[in-house]
Structures are given as C-alpha cells and as structure tokens.
C-alpha cells in the first residue's frame, strides 16, 4: 500500500473577507474530492484573508497511479485562474516506511 499526500500553499486573488475566502477555497475542495476521489481539504492559513492551504491524500496498491492522481490533482488547483501556487509539499509512504 502507497499513501501519497500533498500540500498546496494558495495565495487567492481579491479577496477582503474569510466568508469571501470560504467562497473561492470550497468549490476548489468539493471539485478535487468528487474529481480525483481523494482526501482534501484545507488545512491551515484559516485566518489569512489571501492564503490557504489545502491538504489531500491519495491511497493505491500502486505507485504510480499516486503518482498520476497527486500530479493531476496540483494541476488541476494550478490551472485555476483565480489562484496562485505558491509551492507544493508531496510526501509518499511505502510499504518500507
């Protein structure tokens, strides 16, 4: 079993409220849990107007398909026009960890 887990440091656009910043961070979230079937969700920076950071996890038999489920996932948050990555942390646990 592989645990693949990712961290994406968000820097949103205009935003002046945290029920403004709730509106852009929670489609982001649903979409990535309904699109990629994995664990997500925000995990820090909740009292930061401009920043986010979104947590998710990916579990598989198989490596690569961590691989390519955790890549797809940091492009899909990356091509979101109304957010900036600023960096991204993944992490992989093996059946040797």
Same mark, same amino acid.
């Given at each position: 079993?592989?645990?693949?887990?990712?961290?994406?440091? #968000? +820097?949103?656009?205009?935003? /002046?409220?945290?029920?403004?910043?709730?509106?852009?961070?929670?489609? =982001?979230?649903? &979409?990535?849990?309904?699109?990629?079937? =994995?664990?997500?969700? &925000?995990?820090?920076? %909740?009292? !930061?107007? !401009?920043?986010?950071? #979104?947590?998710?996890?990916?579990?598989?038999?198989? +490596?690569? %398909?961590? %691989? &390519? =489920?955790?890549?797809?996932?940091? !492009? %899909?948050?990356?091509?979101?026009?109304?957010?900036?990555?600023?960096?991204? /942390?993944?992490? #992989?646990?093996?059946? &040797?960890?």
């Amino acid at each position: 079993m592989y645990v693949g887990a990712l961290e994406l440091d #968000i +820097l949103l656009g205009d935003v /002046r409220s945290l029920k403004e910043k709730r509106s852009y961070v929670k489609p =982001v979230v649903a &979409e990535l849990r309904r699109r990629y079937e =994995v664990s997500v969700a &925000e995990v820090g920076e %909740h009292d !930061r107007y !401009r920043r986010s950071l #979104i947590g998710l996890s990916a579990v598989s038999s198989d +490596l690569r %398909h961590v %691989h &390519e =489920v955790l890549d797809n996932c940091e !492009r %899909h948050v990356a091509g979101r026009p109304e957010l900036q990555l600023l960096a991204v /942390r993944r992490r #992989i646990l093996g059946p &040797e960890d």
